[in-house]
């Protein structure tokens, strides 16, 4: 039988031997690296790891709010929008009253003001972490874009991207469950003062976020 | 016709909202506003246990137990509050990811957080967090024994 030894003379382990103690080591190692990651050393996890134990959870909802505008092509406003956003793990209702402001680029509206309701998903928000108020509640960056029809009063159609800052006013991460942010969509209404017949824009700026209400719900 | 059309979509979705609101505000109203427990937790430092009292340490010797001292004040001191705990290798960066990270219960009556975990020798730096509050940041070393 070969024993795996191709070296000859002072060869006094075999290949076959040396291969059973590499793989034993290497499950050894990867035993350990388990055991570390249970305790939260997440630099030994693998990514599907790191995914079971930290992956975002879902929580989701509907938002309602109005803005308003001014300028000319070049403009800028602000918002006051509530949030109504399940934990759909924890079962908990969160009421979130955001305001913010945002410089605007796009086909002028003179003056806008609008009233508008859709729908908010919330991404990176840790499984683990059960009461979710402090990682709602905070200084976000937005950044938005809007079509519609626009005839002295428009109907439009927007989407939201919001990303979660932490107090330093860096993007918050966390390992596993990623960056933090928010997508919306919304469907808006109300009168502006140049009619354009279609209404495009985008929209740039900062808000912040306050926990009004937390409702468990199941 | 087409600002017929526009005008009578307008006013339905202005109804739908109108009622939204409403409906909203009434379920609401008999709701007490939620109150959050703030914690707040000054004076970090890195610390170890000698005959009962914590003393201020800056290097730790490679397995020692590594503590967080400091002030901790919840707004509600019957209650407690979960914080974060994330260790970067080096300097945090908002680019870097921990190497390290802990949920733990704290309430007004702690002295100290164990950081459960094993370091290296080398520099890190160990943040404290509610939720996206950065609460504390020290430094800490780690050296070989």
């Known amino acids: 039988m070969d024993d795996g030894c191709r070296t000859g003379e002072g060869c ?7 291969n059973e103690d590499a793989q034993k080591q290497a499950l050894l190692q990867a035993e350990a690296a388990k055991g570390q990651c ?5 630099s030994y996890c693998s990514n599907f790891d790191l995914w079971l134990k930290r992956h975002s959870k879902p929580v989701s909802g509907i938002h309602v709010g109005y803005s308003g505008q001014s300028g000319y ?5 602000g918002y006051d929008q509530w949030d109504f956003l399940i934990d759909w793990k924890e079962g908990n209702l969160y009421v979130v009253q955001t305001v913010g402001a945002f410089s605007y680029l796009g086909t002028p509206t003179g003056m806008l003001g609008k009233i508008y309701a859709g729908t908010s998903v919330v991404h990176g928000v840790p ?3 059960s009461d979710i108020s402090g990682l709602l509640a905070g200084s976000q960056f937005d950044a938005s874009a809007e079509i519609g029809l626009d005839a002295f009063a428009e109907v439009g159609f927007g989407k939201g991207f919001s990303v979660a800052l932490d107090s330093e006013g860096n993007p918050y991460y966390t ?3 990623g960056y933090m942010y928010t ?3 919304s ?3 109300g009168p502006n003062a140049v009619p354009n017949a279609i209404e495009l824009g985008g929209q740039l700026g900062g808000s912040e976020s306050f926990i009004m209400w937390v409702i468990p719900l199941w | 016709m087409k600002q017929k059309e526009l005008t009578t979509v307008g006013k339905i979705f202005l109804v739908v909202w109108i009622v939204l609101c409403m409906l909203i505000v009434w379920a609401l109203s008999s709701i007490p506003v939620y109150k959050p427990t703030i914690i707040n937790f000054t004076n970090l430092y890195t610390c170890e246990k000698v005959e009962d009292q914590w003393i201020a340490v800056s290097s730790f010797n490679v397995g020692q137990d590594i503590y967080l001292c400091g002030n901790i004040r919840l707004s509600d001191s019957t209650q407690k509050k979960e914080i974060q705990v994330r260790v970067y290798e080096g300097e945090r960066a908002f680019y870097k ?5 802990a949920n733990v219960m704290v309430s007004s009556m702690d002295k100290a957080i164990l950081v459960n975990t094993y370091l290296s020798p080398g520099i890190y730096e160990i943040q404290i967090n509610s939720g996206r509050r950065v609460l504390g940041v020290v430094q800490v070393e780690v050296v070989s024994q």
């Open chain 1, 12 to 18: 006094s382990l075999s290949q076959a031997q040396a």
């Open chain 1, 38 to 42: 249970d305790e939260g050393h997440y």
């Open chain 1, 175 to 177: 390992l596993g469950a």
């Open chain 1, 187 to 189: 469907l808006g209404f």
């Open chain 2, 97 to 101: 990811h921990e190497i390290f990270y």
């Open chain 1, 73 to 77: 092509g070049l403009e800028g406003g």
């Open chain 1, 183 to 185: 997508t919306a969509n």
């Open chain 1, 127 to 129: 499984g683990d972490v």
